[in-house]
């Protein structure tokens, strides 16, 4: 009788194929969406593609907005699909916790270049 049941399942069930946490394909294309997003920001500072610091810096900030993304859909598994709520906290959760990390950031960045010392012109020392 044990032997009449599991040649009742499906194939792809009795090897793990289809589980919670996601197929080695998804893990690939995420990979390879992550070295992409990744790799374009580094180009674009070391070849000095774009003249505009600002627009750099900005080209840089949507990609890692969009590898975020990346992340919380291919290894963090989050989707539409709701499971009693925990999907939708953890991503009110992660876009909190970015928005305070590059505040925070930003304004210390900020205030450690408004309140340096004036470079000395080492020039004119004897």
Avoid: C
């Avoid at 792809?12 to 790799?39: K, M």
């Avoid at 070391?46 to 990346?70: H, P, R």
């Amino acid at each position: 009788m044990k032997a009449e049941t599991h040649a009742l399942q499906p194939a792809h069930d009795a090897h793990g194929e289809h589980h919670a946490g996601g197929s080695r394909e998804s893990y690939l294309i995420g990979f390879g969406l992550s070295v992409v997003l990744t790799a374009i920001p580094f180009w674009l500072v070391m070849t000095g593609v774009l003249v505009d610091k600002q627009l750099t810096g900005l080209a840089i900030t949507a990609l890692a907005a969009i590898q975020i993304v990346v992340h919380m859909i291919y290894f963090l598994h989050m989707n539409t699909r709701s499971e009693s709520g925990w999907t939708m906290m953890a991503l009110i959760f992660t876009v909190i916790m970015v928005v305070i990390a590059l505040t925070g950031t930003l304004w210390v960045m900020h205030h450690l270049n408004v309140n340096m010392m004036p470079g000395h012109d080492m020039s004119t020392m004897p």
